[in-house]
């Protein structure tokens, strides 16, 4: 079985999958799982489009790229408020175009791009370093732009409630929804899962410079609240980085962000297709996601 550890996944050592174990995954990788974190023994949610549309489109990055993104929403003409979903490493699999029905379902229209795929999509990929490879090409610019263009896009459909959009995301992801809440004003509300919050101890000054801008160098510049739901026992994140953050928000007056702690949960928690799941944090955290954005986009 394989157990991710980190924020941008786990590292080379920490990841290994045999034929037999592959073999015995087969029916979920079938279904669009990401090959390289699925565990043997997963029984991911799975969400139906009763009741949605869901579609695949495209639509015009600022850098010229036509950007995939999976769309999942209410049947019917809306308006509806809008949630972009922003991806771990392994891109636009199917736990997250299952999150995305499940807000679907909650009367969100939920947009996840597809922001890897420039290069290659690293879902159906079981080599770690290929699969970092791919990830570190999206540059801050390059996601800024994508998350741009998707609030754009949105913005021109006719289902999509005027001034609601909310993000959220994932490991990677998580990170991302920090940024994006520091850079647009039409974000309304941002729900980061354990996404890093600061260069790690023994980065080197190539590694710092290229996460940048860190989420603790952000507190001053965010447009909109963010929740963050960590894991107390997250071998990427240690409760450090979470503690400058806390105090990054405090000393920038942001008395609305605010981030949860669940002491005994690692990386991935709410990854219900990995051995990281915690089944109880998992729903007390996506509880806490719904009640955000109902509170910031419904009313």
């Known amino acids: 079985m394989t157990v991710l550890t980190r924020p941008e996944g786990s590292a080379p050592e920490d990841l290994h999958l045999s034929r037999r174990t592959l073999g015995a995954l087969g029916g ?3 279904a669009g799982y990401a090959t390289a974190a699925l565990a ?5 949610i799975t969400t139906d489009a009763n009741g949605l549309t869901t579609e695949t489109v495209t639509y015009r990055a600022p850098d010229g790229f036509n950007l995939p993104a999976y769309v999942a929403r209410p049947a019917g003409d809306g ?37 890897f795929v420039r290069v290659a999509d690293p879902a159906p990929l079981t080599e770690f370093p290929k699969i970092m490879e791919i990830v570190s090409a999206a540059s801050y610019e390059q996601v800024m732009g994508d998350i741009s263009a998707t609030l754009d896009w949105s913005s021109q459909q006719l289902w999509a409630k005027d001034g609601k959009v909310g993000i ?14 520091a850079r647009f004003a039409a974000i309304g509300a941002g729900v980061a899962w354990y996404g890093r919050l600061a260069p790690a101890s023994d980065a ?15 507190a001053d510049d965010l447009k909109a609240p963010v929740l963050g739901l960590y894991g107390g026992k997250d071998q990427g994140i240690p409760l450090e980085s979470v503690q400058r953050m806390r105090d990054a928000l405090q000393s920038a007056g942001e008395t609305a962000s605010q981030i949860v702690v669940y002491d005994d949960a690692p990386h991935g928690f709410h990854a219900d297709y990995r051995d990281s799941y915690v089944e109880v944090d998992a729903r007390d955290g996506w509880s806490k996601l719904l009640a955000v954005f109902d509170k910031t986009l419904k009313h």
């Not at 990677?172 to 809440?181: E, S």
Request: glycine content about 8%.
């Open 28 to 30: 979920l990788l079938f």
């Open 40 to 44: 043997k023994e997963a029984k991911p």
């Open 79 to 115: 308006p509806f408020p809008v949630v972009i979903v922003v991806s771990e490493v392994f891109g636009v699999h199917e736990y997250i175009r299952d999150i995305c029905r499940r807000l679907a379902k909650q009367g969100y229209a939920a947009i996840a791009p597809a922001f």
């Open 168 to 181: 959220t995301g994932y490991c990677w992801g998580g990170k991302v929804v920090w940024q994006a809440a």
């Open 204 to 218: 080197t000054p190539s590694q710092i410079s290229a996460g940048q801008p860190w989420p603790v160098d952000l």
